[in-house]
């Protein structure tokens, strides 16, 4: 199973700023996917990390907010931007091996904005 | 568009007895379903998957669950709880024919195991 590396794993952050988190994984994946966690929630998909190309967004999260890197296929990032206290929530990065058909999940970066 | 309803977002058990979370999705095309399992302050992990074989799957730590389309279920059973248990569940689809493999997520349910 595919090994991924999310950093950093936690981070207080002051409003207005932004985080980039970063997902590394120790094997080429095709897909690369960031989802959100709200305190309590479920996980809701953010967008889809495509390789070489603009991400696909999930209706509600938009590039300017989220923008999204994949230079190569082990490596993402997700930036959060202008942070305000909703956006604290755990990010995930989750990736998958077609044809494998199971989801690996990153250990998540637990996000508080004061 | 596909989703998942996971029944009761607490489930309380004793230790020793049986496990049971409900799962049950929608889907417009045979779907592929999971179980994840989430600890305190750390990530998921799959517990087991359906990808349209057995019926029956069985996962890790004595977990299993059985896809009924009759009834667009596919329940996490345990038959003995252990202490270890005690964590989120999330049921979880993922509509492979629309090429689509993202996945979405029940809303979870948190075990509780009673000693």
């Known amino acids: 199973s595919a090994v991924i590396s999310q950093k950093p794993s936690r981070d207080i952050c002051q409003r207005g700023t932004s985080l980039t988190i970063q997902c590394q994984v120790d094997s080429q994946v095709t897909m690369m996917f960031w989802y959100r966690q709200q305190p309590g929630q479920s996980l809701t998909l953010i967008a889809t990390a495509n390789q070489g190309s603009e991400a696909t967004y999930e209706s509600g999260f938009v590039i300017d907010k989220f923008p999204i890197s994949r230079p190569n296929l082990t490596f993402s990032t997700l930036t959060v931007s202008n942070m305000s206290p909703e956006d604290s929530s755990i990010y995930l990065c989750?990736?998958?091996?077609?044809?494998?058909?199971?989801?690996?999940f990153g250990q998540g970066t637990r996000l508080t904005v004061v | 568009a596909q989703s998942v309803t996971q029944l009761g977002s607490h489930v309380s058990v004793s230790e020793g007895a049986l496990v049971l979370l409900r799962c049950n999705y929608s889907?417009?095309?045979?779907?592929?379903l999971f179980w994840y399992v989430q600890y305190p302050n750390q990530g998921l992990q799959l517990l087991l998957k359906y990808t349209s074989a057995a019926t029956l799957v069985k996962g890790i730590n004595g977990f299993e669950a059985e896809f009924k389309k009759s009834e667009t279920s596919f329940h996490l059973t345990k038959p003995s709880a252990h202490m270890s248990d005690a964590a989120e569940y999330f049921c979880a689809v993922s509509d492979q024919g629309t090429g689509r493999r993202a996945l979405t997520f029940g809303s979870g349910t948190r075990l509780q195991v009673q000693p």
């Open positions: 989750s990736v998958e091996e077609v044809p494998r058909t199971e989801a690996f």
């Open positions: 889907s417009s095309v045979p779907p592929y």
